[in-house]
């Protein structure tokens, strides 16, 4: 039976090989087992650790267990018994590294969805000023009403900011010697996607018709 300095020495030494168990009796020449569980946990953090006693006593068994003990078995030991404990401990440990696989899988893709989220965001963010600061008048709508609208289209209907336009039919913001081209112009941009440029009047807000080029 080693003496438990050598036994310190051993799990101090970080040559040594990572080891998956260790069997402890608590009675040692010169120190009690339980002493060694911090520093084989600490050499070996993933250790399962099984301690003997023949003094069975409800203070050593808690002080083993919160150490880190994996199983605390009383002497004389059957070989039955010690080896069902290893089993248990053997699961226990496959069960933690399924766990962590798992953890670090999740934490993976969760770093990857929030950096593409990120990256979604700083892209939208982009595209957004791009059109916001565009020479260009540039109006988004939906069933004919205005959801958005640019400094530059806010200028050419002469409005006070882009919100003014908000919520406007775009039907009524064009001459109407132009509402049926335009509305067939949008049935075919809905169906084929894009259309040629065209010559057409708008509709100012204070009842100016400006002649411009439609995309």
């Given at each position: ?14 040559r040594g090989a990572a ?128 959801v958005f609208a640019n ?65």
């Open positions: 039976r080693r003496k438990g300095d050598k036994a310190y020495y051993v799990v101090a030494d970080e080891f998956a168990f260790a069997i402890i009796d608590n009675r040692l020449p010169d120190v009690e087992g339980v002493d060694l569980i911090e520093p084989l946990r600490k050499s070996n953090p993933g250790v399962s650790i099984i301690m003997m006693t023949g003094f069975v006593s409800l203070e050593t068994a808690l002080k083993a267990m919160n150490s880190g003990a994996a199983a605390f078995i009383a002497k004389p030991v059957n070989a039955d018994t010690l080896l069902g404990k290893i089993g248990e401990c053997a699961l226990k440990q496959r069960l933690f590294r399924q766990n962590a696989r798992l953890y670090e899988a999740a934490r993976r893709e969760l770093t990857e969805r929030r950096r593409a989220e990120e990256a979604l965001r700083e892209s939208e963010s982009r595209y957004r000023s791009l059109v916001e600061l565009s020479p260009e008048a540039i109006l988004v709508a939906i069933d004919d009403k205005v400094a530059a289209a806010s200028s050419l209907w002469g409005a006070e900011s882009p919100d003014e336009l908000l919520g406007m039919s775009v039907t009524e913001m064009i001459h109407p010697s132009a509402r049926a081209l335009v509305r067939k112009r949008m049935a075919g941009l809905e169906t084929l996607g894009k259309t040629p440029p065209m010559e057409m009047a708008i509709l100012r807000l204070d009842g100016r018709v400006v002649p411009v080029s439609y995309t």
